[in-house]
Nanobody
Framework: QVQLVESGGGLVQAGGSLRLSCAASGRTFSSYHMGWFRQAPGKERRFVGSISRNGGTTYYADSVKGRFTISKDNAKNTVYLQMNSLKPADTAVYYC?????????????????WGQGTHVTVSS
């Protein structure tokens, strides 16, 4: 069992930056690929990016590539989402998720555990 708690959301102006954190409980954090997803009002939850168990591989959605960076600190049981050059279109609830599968995935249904989400609002 893994419990995930996101933090770091808030209100920021367009062009600004935020860093989201996702703290995980449990002793097996290093066994999980980690993903970030977001859900805008009235829209489906969408993949933002993911990072492999050891932090060596990352994938990003095209909409955030070059602006967002995911990192993972297994010693601190924490995964981060650094968001730069934020746009109003980035406004959403951001969720982190843990995946115990062998292969990294962008499919939300493949993730085993989810956090409660943190709100990000980007004003124009």
């Amino acid at each position: 069992q893994v419990q995930l708690v996101e933090s770091g959301g808030g209100l920021v102006q367009a062009g600004g930056s935020l860093r989201l954190s996702c703290a995980a409980s449990g002793r097996t954090f290093s066994s999980y690929h980690m993903g970030w997803f977001r859900q805008a009002p009235g829209k489906e939850r969408r993949f933002v990016g993911s990072i492999s168990r050891n932090g060596g591989t990352t994938y990003y959605a095209d909409s955030v590539k070059g602006r967002f960076t995911i990192s993972k600190d297994n010693a601190k049981n924490t995964v981060y989402l650094q968001m730069n050059s934020l746009k109003p279109a980035d406004t959403a609830v951001y969720y982190c998720a843990a995946d115990s599968g062998l292969i990294m995935t962008m499919t939300s249904g493949q993730y085993d555990y989810w956090g409660q989400g943190t709100h990000v609002t980007v004003s124009s």
